[in-house]
């Protein structure tokens, strides 16, 4: 039973607007959690992460919101690009766990 | 090159057959980790080793061994390859915190 789950196999957004990527978790044991990034024929990359402590982690025009009572995270592209389309996979990990659940991705297509 | 390597890239294979996919890294990582990746499923964990004689089970380990042979190598294998092991590998390696690094992973069909 997936313990992090990303209800939307997919998402197309106009270049320059927003793009929003949801991602739920079961696990309350679950306290640190990252998005990464994955083009076709390559290894997924790290993008942006967020501790429990934390709900907003900002690195660029990347966003990461952490709501903890609705065991609910999500990432917002501001603005979005077309270099931004790729599968986004979010995942969690619990405390000195060092293994990541995973979820089935995010396709992201950014039209111009 | 890359930090974290595996070979091969691609590789078809007849069911039945025993095949190895193998792992080395540069980045002095002691945490290794095999994930597999199909579609709809996302990164599922296969086995993973926190020092070079640690060796644990993730959530999908029936059908395949691993070995650790150095901290910079661990080698995925299958005993004997069927269908459904059709799927991407990936390799990967972490530190001292939560953040993993994944290889280019390793494209597998059996047939």
């Known amino acids: 039973d997936q313990q992090v789950k990303q209800n939307s196999p997919s998402l197309s957004v106009q270049e320059g607007r927003i793009s929003i990527l949801n991602c739920d978790y079961t696990?309350?044991?679950?306290?640190?959690f990252l998005w990464y990034k994955k083009y076709p024929a390559e290894g997924p990359t790290f993008l942006i992460s967020?501790?429990?402590?934390?709900d907003k982690n900002e690195d660029g025009r990347f966003t990461v919101f952490l709501n903890k009572s609705a065991k609910h995270l999500s990432l917002h592209i501001v603005p979005s690009q077309p270099g931004d389309s790729a599968v986004y996979f979010c995942?969690?990990?619990?405390?000195?766990?060092?293994?990541?659940?995973f979820g089935a991705g995010t396709t992201v297509t950014v039209r111009a | 090159d890359a930090d974290v390597t595996q070979t091969p890239r691609n590789r078809i294979t007849k069911t039945g057959k025993r095949i190895m996919l193998e792992c080395s890294q540069t980045?002095?990582?002691?945490?290794m980790y095999w994930y597999r990746q199909d579609p709809g499923l996302g990164l599922r964990l296969i086995y993973y080793?926190?020092?070079?004689?640690?060796?644990n089970k993730g959530e999908i380990s029936d059908g395949y061994s691993v070995s650790r042979q150095a901290q910079a190598k661990f080698s995925l294998s299958l005993e004997s390859a069927i269908p459904n092991q059709t799927a991407l590998y990936f390799c990967?390696?972490?530190?001292?915190?939560?953040?993993?690094?994944f290889g280019e992973g390793s494209w597998l069909t059996v047939v």
């Open positions: 980045k002095g990582h002691d945490r």
């Open positions: 696990n309350s044991m679950f306290d640190y």
């Open positions: 080793s926190f020092d070079v004689k640690d060796i």
């Open positions: 995942a969690a990990s619990g405390v000195y766990d060092y293994k990541l659940s």
């Open positions: 967020i501790s429990s402590i934390k």
């Open positions: 990967a390696t972490s530190g001292s915190g939560n953040t993993i690094y």
